[in-house]
Every structure is written in structure tokens, then in C-alpha cells.
């Protein structure tokens, strides 16, 4: 789950392995693998490098443990 901002300041967590695609129309929308469409105040990086802290924080440790078997 990633935090993020909704354009009225509220803050809500997402499930960033549920995110279809960003895009930029000015605001940055994100599409959930639903169809529901969220409108955020983060910038298209920004969400971009929380998914992929997100993924990293959730995959290395276990690929580390993998190595170590």
C-alpha cells in the first residue's frame, strides 16, 4: 500500500499491485484495475517511486532470504 493524497488534502492508502496506469491531464489520474479513477495531488514520479519503494521493501527481503537457502 502506498499513502496519497486526494486534491481536497485528504490522505488515503492504495494498493499500488491494483494500479492499471497514471496518466497526466493536468492532474495526475490513476486508474485502478476496476476502472475507478483516482485524482491525486502527487506528481506522476512521485507515485512512480513510491510504487517502486513499495514493491522493493516487499520483494528484496524475501529474494535476499532466497539467496541465502
Do not use: C, W
Not at 11 to 17: G, K, R, S
Amino acid at each position: 500500500m502506498i499513502m496519497l493524497t486526494r486534491l481536497n488534502g485528504e490522505e488515503f492508502m492504495a494498493n499500488a499491485d491494483l494500479i492499471e496506469f497514471i496518466e497526466i491531464t493536468p492532474d495526475t489520474v490513476i486508474t485502478m484495475h476496476s476502472g475507478k479513477k483516482i485524482l491525486v495531488s502527487e506528481s506522476l514520479e512521485t507515485v512512480q517511486n513510491k510504487v517502486i519503494a513499495y514493491k522493493q521493501a516487499i520483494y528484496i527481503p524475501q529474494l535476499k532470504e532466497q539467496v541465502l537457502r
